[in-house]
């Protein structure tokens, strides 16, 4: 019970993690490299734990990333939505593929994400984003899987020491 | 897995769980979100309550900007420190000095106006403000600015630089409000060429260092070179303000009309700090409907001394 514990906290943290991580200050130059650290950290939640994270968690972890953002509600609630969804959808295979394989894949979803993203954007009526637009899921696929391996590293962690 | 046999059933079938139905429903529910901050604003009241929650991350999320900052002050060499004293005395002097003769010009102005009985003249308020020093989306022309309501921030507030018009306040929260940039695509100023007084619009094109006058027709009056201010048409900018500097000029798509680049004077990429400014005796309820009746007159004249 306290391991699962462990590992909500763990959960809540790293989310909290990726929402800094979003909002930090970079140089101008850097901001389009910014990777969307919150779909990386549900992507691992996701394979590792369904049993605590859901589509409810991404829909909530949007919402709140909505707030704080300032975007508009429910925006990125659909995009992670979606997102998870996907993952969920093949989360059998992705979970056995190598990690750079898995990387990938990761790529695909974040290109499918920002997709996304640019038909809400269509909907509401803003322009066409420059093309540094599309460098972030790059970043974040490679990103990835060293995401993996510290969160990894950091559940298996609490997962030994409570006992 | 050491989990029980009915938990792991539900694991094996959790791409079930994660059924199509539960999809739609939460992707119905944030349309229906999406369509209600969007379309009604329903969710202002929501929003200000997030913004006091979020504002202790605001604050973890700027602590490594400040810190560096502050080792920055700390290292900083006194002979630097005493350069930039000095020059910026000397930026003070000239500025005051051209502030007295600016003050002489409005005070020409309100008389001459009076004497012509016009509009009531306008007092310029100014609040200085600064940028919290954390990203939004940066494919959104947005600022986050470290005052709030509580401060007297209002959404339609205009916000300048030292250089320029740099945008306007769209969203207030108790403790922080949100700014669009004059370069985000959806934003529009009035503006007025200072040389030949053309009045258009300018429209941001979602690059930092450009903005677009479309629509021009081919007979305006308008060159490579010339300055722009705000025209104070639209209540929201107050009138003289600049702008910027048309930078180039060419046919648009249609070949009907002309369109001008222009180069924002206003450095938006970065500035620690803005001003407020809005009019005062001008109507107080936000983005006002109807222009105020202010015929080519400037109650804050930067270009008073620009004029040959």
């Known amino acids: ?35 969307f650290w919150l779909a990386l950290v549900l992507c691992y939640w996701l394979l590792e734990a369904p049993e605590m994270v859901g589509l409810g968690i991404a829909f909530i972890t949007g919402v709140v990333a909505d707030l704080i953002f300032g975007s ?27 990690l750079t394989q898995q990387a990938l894949a990761v790529l695909v979803l974040l290109f499918n994400d920002r997709v996304v993203s640019l038909m809400i954007r269509g909907v509401i009526g803003e322009a066409w984003p420059p093309a540094s637009f599309w460098i972030a899921p790059v970043v974040g696929a490679f990103l990835w899987p060293w995401l993996f391996l510290l ?13 | 897995m050491t989990l029980p ?25 944030a349309l229906v979100l999406m369509v209600l901050d969007h ?36 290292v900083a060499d006194r002979s630097e420190l005493t350069a930039q004293n000095a020059e910026l005395r000397e930026r003070l002097m000239v500025t005051t000095a051209q502030l007295g003769r600016l003050q002489a010009v409005q005070r020409e102005n309100q008389r001459l106006r009076q004497l012509l009985d016009g509009a009531e003249a306008q007092r310029l308020d100014v609040q200085l403000v600064g940028i919290a020093d954390v990203d939004l989306d940066p494919f959104r022309h947005r600022v986050l600015l470290d005052q709030g309501s509580l401060r007297g921030i209002r959404s339609g507030q205009a916000l300048i630089d030292a250089n320029g018009v740099v945008g306007q306040v769209i ?86 009309f002309v369109e001008a680049e222009v180069e924002p ?24 409907e109807a222009p105020p009746a202010t015929p080519e007159a400037e109650p804050v004249g930067k270009n008073a001394e620009e004029r040959p």
């Open chain 2, 171 to 256: 969203d207030v929260t108790p403790l922080n409000a949100t700014a669009m940039l004059i370069s985000d695509p959806s934003h529009a100023v009035p503006v007025r060429v200072v040389r030949s007084g053309v009045r258009s619009i300018a429209f941001g094109t979602g690059r930092v260092d450009q903005l677009r006058l479309p629509n021009l027709p081919p007979s305006a009056d308008v060159q490579v070179g010339d300055e722009l201010v705000t025209s104070g048409f639209g209540g929201i900018f107050p009138a003289g303000l600049a702008l910027g500097k048309v930078v180039s000029i060419g046919p648009d798509d249609t070949n009907l």
């Open chain 1, 1 to 35: 019970m306290s391991r699962q514990r462990a590992s909500g906290r763990l959960l809540l943290l790293s989310l909290l993690a990726a929402l800094l991580f979003s909002l930090a200050p970079v140089p101008a130059s850097l901001q389009p490299l910014r990777p």
């Open chain 1, 72 to 98: 508009l509600i429910g925006e990125h609630a659909m995009r992670l939505t979606i997102f998870a969804f996907i993952i969920l959808r093949f989360r059998a295979r992705l979970r056995f593929f190598p």
């Open chain 1, 151 to 163: 969160l990894d590293d950091l559940r298996l962690k609490l997962r030994g020491s409570p006992g």
């Open chain 2, 39 to 74: 379309r009604g604003g329903y969710l202002s009241e929501v929003r200000r309550l997030a913004g006091f929650a979020a504002e202790p991350l605001y604050w973890v999320a700027a602590t490594p900007g400040r810190l560096v900052g502050a080792a920055r002050k700390s």
């Open chain 2, 5 to 29: 046999g009915s938990t792991s059933t539900t694991a094996l079938f959790a791409e079930g769980g994660a059924g199509t139905l539960r999809l739609l429903v939460y992707l119905a529910l």
């Open chain 2, 265 to 288: 004077a206003a450095r938006l990429d970065r500035s620690g700090e803005l001003l407020l400014v809005w009019n005062t005796p001008a109507d107080e309820s936000g983005p006002p």
